[in-house]
Structures are given as C-alpha cells and as structure tokens.
C-alpha cells in the first residue's frame, strides 16, 4: 500500500517562508512524477509545481522565483521550498505523486491529505 506523507505547513507572516516535505512510503517500483497543487478556499486545486523523472521541472506562474521544488530520489520525497509568500498562497497544499506501485501494472495517481498554509498580512 503507497501512502503520502506530508509534514511542514502552518501559519507565517507575508514575507516569510515555509518548507514543506512529502515522503512516498510503501513498496514503490518507479516515480515518474512528483508535484505540489494547492487549493485555496472557493477555488479549483492547481498546479504549484512539479518534478518529472528528477530533471524537468515545471513552476505555476505564481510561484516561479518565489519556490523551489525538489526531490530526493532514494527517499522518495518531494521538498517545497516557499519565499516570500504572501496572502493570497493561503491554500491547502497537497502532495502528488505519479508512480508504479510494487505488483501493479501501471503508473497510478496519488494524493497526499494535504497540509494547510496560511499567510498572514
């Protein structure tokens, strides 16, 4: 069974930042795709950014020059790294995961329960 575990979030200033991390735990044959989506009160879930097979990386306008993502393969976790963050990334943060799970037969969506972020002004 593949789990995400999400840790990091919480409460900052504007300005601050934030890290958050997600581990794929369980027995896991390959990760293609790890990514970050948030969803903020009344709106749809999007994409943040995301990191496909360790080398392309793809940022939301908002968050390019602001985030980081990253990944360590041999743990299979996904890091974001948030800078400056301002008001309106206020959202429930959500890791993703595309991978291929030990006896399965192809690769497979999964979400993370999320991690709340909340920027003050």
């Known amino acids: 069974q593949v789990h995400l575990v999400e840790s990091g979030g919480g409460t900052v200033q504007a300005g601050g930042s934030l890290s958050l991390s997600c581990e794929a735990s369980g027995t896991i044959i390959s990760i293609n795709k790890m990514a970050w989506y948030r969803q903020a009160p009344g709106s749809q879930r999007e994409l943040v950014a995301a990191?496909?097979?360790?080398?392309?990386?793809n940022y939301a306008h908002s968050a390019k020059g602001r985030f980081t993502i990253s990944r360590d393969n041999a743990k299979n976790t996904v890091y974001l790294q948030m800078n400056s963050l301002r008001p309106e990334d206020t959202a429930v943060y959500y890791c993703?995961?595309?991978?291929?799970?030990?006896?399965?037969?192809?690769?497979?969506?999964?979400w993370g329960e999320g991690t709340l972020v909340t920027v003050s002004s």
């Open positions: 990191i496909i097979s360790g080398d392309s990386i």
């Open positions: 993703n995961a595309y991978l291929l799970p030990y006896g399965g037969f192809a690769y497979i969506n999964y």
